[in-house]
């Protein structure tokens, strides 16, 4: 199927210095979590890339070197919740990006997948917020961004797990920045519409299964239906927008969700 014309990325077009920093960015290896790794490494942070997929993270580690970057690949699986907490230890930055989705309705849900998509994209989240608090807390600073999504803020049909992950996502993001604050920690969720990732394409036999269409029209007749923006977010955007909110000149930023949808909640 053929997209809408997309923006050809842009240099990075704002000044971020994180140097001495280090990072920790799950889901790493491609899409979303790929794009803030280089980002953050961009900006001189030394960044742990979280995942699950050895060559992927891998190439990300051969493709930061080549920037000028320092990515080190952890392979972990994040359902391993004791390892995903005591992997934050130590971190001045934590983006928690991955993600699993799946498009059923209800009544035909697997409970199995509901709970792994629950274990890596809220529960997982937490242990990790939890092993990064005490060192932030001691330096008196830290930046806590969650890659939370438009269905964190709005529901849609046949993604029972992949929303109500989200909107939990959204109140552990905000209940950290009530308990950061006075700490000099930042908490935030960014949430984009519909990326150019794996994740979103892999939706689109799904999508046209349970709204009875053909794949070709699922892109504008599902997932651009109510975006003013008919085009995918690029990773490269959201990865801007996480880097942002990682600056000395966001410290003031907390407790909120910076909305990325092409005018979808304008709604």
């Known amino acids: 199927m053929t997209a809408p014309l997309t923006p050809a990325p842009l240099p990075h077009s704002v000044t971020v210095d994180l140097g001495g920093r280090t990072a920790l960015v799950t889901g790493a290896a491609g899409g979303i979590g790929r794009a803030c790794a280089l980002r953050l490494a961009a900006a001189g942070a030394k960044v742990t890339a979280v995942d699950r997929d050895t060559t992927g993270l891998e190439e990300l580690a051969a493709q930061a070197t080549g920037l000028g ?49 629950l274990t890596v994209m809220l529960e997982a989240p937490f242990r990790l917020i939890r092993g990064a608090l005490p060192h932030m807390y001691g330096q008196g600073w830290g930046r806590i961004v969650n890659l939370s999504s438009v269905h964190g803020l709005r529901a849609s049909a046949f993604k029972s797990a992949y929303v109500s992950a989200k909107h939990g996502l959204e109140g552990l993001s905000k209940t950290a920045a009530l308990e950061g604050a006075p700490h000099g920690v930042t908490s935030n969720c960014v949430n984009p519409g519909y990326v150019r990732t794996p994740l979103v394409e892999r939706q689109i036999a799904d999508q046209a299964t349970a709204h009875g269409i053909p794949e070709e029209r699922v892109l504008t007749e599902v997932l651009l239906k109510d975006a003013a923006l008919k085009r995918l977010v690029e990773p490269y955007e959201v990865a801007e927008a996480v880097a942002y909110l990682c600056t000395p000149q966001a410290s003031f930023i907390t407790g909120t969700s910076l909305a990325l949808d092409g005018g979808w909640t304008a709604h």
Request: glycine share 6%; hydrophobic share 45%.
């Open 69 to 117: 970057g320092t990515v080190e690949p952890l392979v972990l699986d994040l359902t391993d919740l004791d390892a995903a907490e005591q992997a934050a230890a130590g971190t001045d930055i934590l983006v928690n990006n991955a993600g699993l989705q799946l498009v059923r309705p209800i009544e035909e849900f697997p409970p199995d997948v509901f709970h792994t998509v």
